[in-house]
């Protein structure tokens, strides 16, 4: 006998509604609270200018535009147009490049997830091994990495001196500085959250794939373009996306334990001279400013990754 589904009285699922309304609540409170507070203040206080130190609250200006205009303006003068804040556009300009090691983390995480992708024994404990710096202490990290890239008995550059290579002076040469920090990112986020990821990611390919692809005759790598990088696509876009997001808003906790923001500003960021502009400085609504002016460039980039790198993931 065919079973009739009765639909649910509305007394049902208004108590659904308060059901879900109750769990949804707290969340809900520490957003508003914790989130969207914070950022409208943010955005007012980049209309303002004011000194926490000097002036007490009331004393607060409002200055219209003027903060994006000098964080964002142009002066021309006899020999050409010169910005009005040089020291804002250095900046964003260290932190894109900083982004530069998102591709080749991206490419080791990968490689390193098709590594530990094996059935051999023990490979739980070596999964674990690789993943484990990703979850230490950041700080600590960063200063076991100033030993590592020590001019003088640093670990590295006395691999490179093993074969010859004279190593540079790392964190205190202006060239090298960001290398020398992109090196670190790398090597530490290899093993990271973007290898978790793949590796979730290549476990759920359909072995029968495989199999077939070999019937085929395909060899490894045309079974990797045709049955593996398919799958891995949208894992790609969400690590690429978020890696991006990321990129601008990090920086700061590097070049503040490892190199204040030097040599010669050469590894300063934007989050990094936003915290300068803030808590050196206390130039709090300048400093909201640049907080604003990232929130926007990161919506703009994250929409042109949505717009041409998700066609690749949507569904046809």
Known sequence: ?????LPRNHQGQSSDKWAALAFLTPNLIGFLVFTSLPVLATILLSFTEWDP??????????????N????????????????NDPDFWVF??????????????????????????????????FRAAFYLPSVAAGVGTMILWVWLLNPQYGLVNTLLDAISIHGPNWLQD??????GLMLMVICTAMGGTAMIIYLAALQDVPQVLYEAARIDGADAWRQFVAVTWPV?????????????????????????VMTKGGPDGATSTLSYYTWSQAFQYFHLGYAAAIAVVMFVMIAIITGIVWRFGGEAVRPS
């Open 53 to 66: 130190v000097a002036e007490p609250l009331s004393k607060i200006h409002f200055v219209g535009l003027s």
């Open 232 to 256: 891995l696509q949208p894992a790609t876009f969400f690590i690429f996306t978020m890696d991006v997001i990321g990129g601008f808003q990090g920086g700061f906790d590097m070049a503040y």
């Open 174 to 179: 202006y060239y090298w500085a960001k290398p």
């Open 1 to 5: 006998m065919k079973k009739v589904l």
């Open 92 to 125: 964003t300009g260290n932190t894109l490049f900083f982004m530069l090691a998102i591709p080749l983390s991206m490419a080791l995480s990968l490689l390193l997830a098709i590594a530990l992708n094996q059935k051999l024994r023990g490979i739980a404990l």
């Open 68 to 83: 994006y205009s000098l964080l964002l303006g142009f002066t021309h003068q006899a020999h050409g147009w010169i910005a």
